[in-house]
């Protein structure tokens, strides 16, 4: 089946760094990435959505040039939190859709990853 | 515009009862995908079920059961005979046919009691 690897699965930082999280698809080829972030005890909320080799689609009130994007091959995409400040803290989720083959896999999330930022 | 309810935001019951989560989507589309997933406390999402608009067969799996009515619009899961490790927190997901975004309810938080 379609796995989905999230990197790191938890960081912490100090204000004003940069955090790189990675979501790489194992066996299939992701031809789209969605980034998503959830705060404590609420639902999952889109950030961006990137297809390989083209910028990011971010959605409304997302700031790109904070969450930069990127999605340069079919089997890795980055999620990078610019100059971090403790709002930014919360549990990002990365997603993968593609195929491998004549197979199609949907949605495969990843494991997550915790943000903290002190 | 898609949207997902789950107006249920917690539901607490005694180990071996069952219990039904509600969800109620709306799309202008008559092509689209239903989804539950099942998030527990380490975070990461399960998938447990995939459904299409045009498939309004009930499914079972096991302990698990999943109600589709397009007439109410609604995908209900029901959990038979409820054990401590389904607590968790459960969402409903909605996309439509030729757009990938997939919407979530708020979920919800599901505690069995033992």
Redesign the interface.
């Known amino acids: 089946g379609a796995v989905v690897s999230q990197h790191p699965s938890w960081v912490i930082c100090k204000s004003g760094t940069s955090v790189k999280i990675e979501c790489r698809s194992l066996d299939f080829q992701a031809t789209?990435m969605?980034w998503y972030r959830q705060f404590p005890?609420?639902?999952?909320m889109?950030m961006a959505?990137s297809n390989e080799g083209s910028k990011a689609t971010y959605e409304q009130g997302v700031e790109k040039d904070k969450f930069l994007i990127n999605h340069a091959s079919l089997t890795l995409s980055t999620l990078t939190v610019t100059s971090a400040h403790p709002e930014d803290s919360s549990?990002y989720?990365c997603?993968a859709?593609g195929g491998q083959g004549a197979v199609f896999y949907?949605?495969?999330?990843?494991?997550?990853t915790?943000l903290t930022v002190v | 515009a898609q949207k997902v309810t789950q107006a249920q935001t917690e539901i607490s019951v005694v180990e071996k009862e069952d219990v039904t989560l509600d969800c109620v989507y709306e799309t202008r589309d008559t092509t689209y995908y239903l989804f539950w997933y099942k998030q527990p406390p380490s975070g990461e999402l399960v998938f447990l079920i995939r459904r299409n608009s045009f498939d309004e067969q009930n499914e079972i799996s096991g302990r698990y059961s999943w109600n589709f009515q397009k007439s109410t619009s609604s995908f209900n899961f029901t959990i038979t005979a409820s054990q401590v490790v389904d607590s968790a927190v459960y969402f409903c997901a909605l996309s439509e046919f030729g757009n990938e975004k997939l919407t979530f309810g708020t979920g919800t938080r599901l505690t069995i009691i033992p």
């Open positions: 789209t969605f005890k609420q639902s999952l889109l959505t549990f989720i997603s859709r949907g949605y495969t999330f990843g494991s997550g915790r």
